[in-house]
């Protein structure tokens, strides 16, 4: 840093704090650490006294901290988010709208791995509802290196590191499985269950049928809900592996190609994914989703609901995370179930 006069520091980068005091109106700080001086700003610094500062010599080659974050921004993209203003080197990032958060981790991972400047984001692949603070970048020094930054953007790419993807399913159809219930020997608790969860997504049950037991039962009842066009279908019970347990046979007999049968997730090892030639999905849901604060259900619909598709790889990786600690009080999301 260098001292220079007052009424030579425009377009110089402040090195610490300087506070003004108004007797009886206000006590602060003025202007803040790596504040670029303006024109209009010498005849307030005069009037608190400073007649010489303390300023970063501006080399060739160097990058104001203001600059450095709106360089990061355009890394991340800005698809349905808002952006705050640059204060101190640092912006932020919000949901402009409810949706599906998305990162690309491995390009993220190689842009932090650089230093001097950092990009942290919420956990991808979660729902987010329009306000929620998303992303947060900044430079770590005052002044960070042209070379510095380029290296940063050469490890993102030229691809946006986040996106929000908008909830655009809005119907499904659910399928009650198992005899008893079509009978009406035991009262339906599971289908008011999932309403409600799908309901958080703004998707709408279009209709229930219940199929009751039977491979064939079940396929007649899925041939059926996909005559009505929803956008999803759901199944609820008969997923275990009991011999009486047709649902997963009978979502393939019409015609699904399952994705996965099976989840390294607890509560949730029992479900089922597959989708038509289509793209419509059809989820097989356990009995645990019926009565467990969160599930695998709970991990996978917002991207379904974006209208994501879902790979056996992505749901493999939900292994580590996948286990539910039972807390006797669901916090889900603010838990470290499936994250």
Wanted: hydrophobic share 40%.
């Amino acid at each position: 840093m260098k001292r220079i006069r007052t009424e030579d520091a425009v377009g110089h980068v402040l090195c610490h704090d300087m506070t003004q005091i108004i007797k009886d109106v206000y006590k602060g700080p003025r202007f803040r650490k790596g504040y670029v001086v303006t024109e209009e700003d010498i005849p307030v610094l005069l009037s608190m006294g400073k007649e010489h500062l303390y300023v970063w010599e501006m080399t060739p080659g160097m990058v104001h901290e203001n600059d450095a974050a709106e360089r990061l921004l355009k890394l991340c993209g800005q698809e349905n988010m808002t952006r705050s203003p640059v204060t101190e080197g640092k912006i932020e990032l919000k949901a402009a709208c409810d949706g599906l958060f998305l990162v690309d981790s491995p390009r993220l991972t190689a842009v932090n791995s650089q230093g001097q400047a950092i990009i942290a984001t919420r956990k991808g692949g979660t729902a987010v509802r329009r306000g929620d603070k998303v992303a947060g970048m900044r430079a770590i020094p005052l002044l960070i290196s042209e070379e510095q930054l380029q290296s940063m953007e050469q490890a993102a790419g030229t691809q946006p590191l986040l996106a929000i993807k908008p909830f655009i399913f809005k119907t499904a159809c659910i399928i009650a499985t198992g005899g008893e219930v079509k009978q009406g020997l035991v009262k339906d608790t599971f289908t008011p269950v999932v309403r409600e969860k799908l309901k958080a997504y703004g998707i709408k049950v279009q209709d229930v049928i219940y199929s009751g037991d039977g491979v064939e039962n079940v396929r007649r009842a899925v041939l059926a809900m996909r005559a009505k066009k929803p956008d999803m279908i759901l199944c609820t019970g008969g997923m275990s592996v009991d011999p009486d347990d047709n649902t997963p046979g009978g979502i393939q007999a019409a015609g699904a190609d399952v994705v996965c049968y099976g989840a390294p997730v607890l509560p949730g090892a029992m479900f089922l994914l597959g989708y038509f030639e289509d793209g419509m999905p059809i989820l097989g849901l356990p009995g645990c989703v019926m009565y467990a604060g969160a599930t695998i259900f709970d991990l996978l619909i917002p991207r379904i609901a974006a209208g994501v598709p879902v790979t056996r790889a992505q749901i493999a990786a939900l292994g580590e995370g996948g286990l539910c600690l039972g807390c006797q009080e669901c916090h889900y999301p603010i838990c470290p179930f499936g994250t």
